[in-house]
C-alpha cells in the first residue's frame, strides 16, 4: 500500500536524484595548489597525488586527504596546500 507523502519531501527526493545523475557524469579530478611558487597540478584520485609529491611536501597523510575528499566540492588547506575535489564537466 502507498503512503502518501508530503510535496516539500517529494521534491527533495527528485533533487537527489538529479544529483546523482550529475554526479555520474563527468570525471573527477583533485587540484593540488602550492601555496609557495603557486604551482597547480591536477590528479585523477589522491594516490596519484602522492604518486608525484611525498607526505612531507604536501603536509598531510593519504589517508587523512582520502577522509578530507571523500565528495565533490570538499577541499583541504594548510600552510603548504590547497586541494580541492571537483568535476571535469564534459
Known sequence: MLKNIPYNIYLVYLQKIHLMKDSAKGIKVVHVHFLNGHKNYY?????????????????VSEIRLRHQLTDDGNH?????VIVIRSRLLR
Do not use: D, H
Not at 590528479?43 to 603536509?59: N, P
Not at 583541504?76 to 603548504?80: F, M, P, Q, S
Open 43 to 59: 590528479f585523477g584520485s589522491v594516490t596519484a597525488i602522492y604518486r608525484k609529491f611525498t607526505q612531507k611536501e604536501m603536509g
Open 76 to 80: 583541504y588547506i594548510n600552510k603548504k
